[in-house]
């Protein structure tokens, strides 16, 4: 293949990355005011420009503001948000988890979400109880930890 052909196909490539970053920033920006209504502020938004761009944020809350049967509800609610769904369904996975374990202490909770290719959804449970959303958490302070790519 001659070099026109492989930038051209870049170029698509880079085209579709894009249009479906734009579609999961859409999705998460609906997704906010739900993962807002559990209890979460955005702790830190970071982005990353590349071949293929990436969006990344940190959501916390206190542990006495998400509730598990709440979760349920919300993931049955909104089926069509492909973003929030995937938020919660990691959300809940990490509780089950975490029941598994036994007593485990915990005061906070920390969603971190990475909208690229591919998307990535974390969620902490956090020894200390989270502060307001402009003070950072300083990593020591974070207990245990699972992940569920999207």
Do not use: C, W
Request: hydrophobic share 45%; net charge neutral; charged share 20%.
């Amino acid at each position: 293949m001659e070099l026109k052909g492989l930038v051209g196909k870049a170029q698509e490539f880079a085209g579709a990355a894009t249009e479906t970053g734009n579609n999961m920033m859409k999705e998460f920006n609906e997704a906010l005011p739900t993962l807002r209504a559990l209890g979460f502020t955005i702790k830190d938004l970071r982005v990353g420009m590349g071949i293929i761009p990436e969006v990344g944020v940190k959501l916390i809350a206190s542990a006495d503001t998400v509730d598990s049967k709440k979760i349920k509800e919300l993931i049955e609610k909104n089926p069509d948000n492909k973003t929030l769904v995937t938020a919660l369904n990691g959300l809940l996975a990490a509780y089950n988890l975490k029941q598994q374990i036994g007593d485990f202490p915990y005061k906070g909770l920390e969603i971190d979400v990475k909208l690229g290719l591919p998307p990535h959804i974390g969620v902490s449970f956090l020894s200390a109880t989270p502060v307001a959303a402009a003070v950072a958490i300083p990593a020591a302070a974070s207990g245990f930890r699972t992940s569920m790519p999207v």
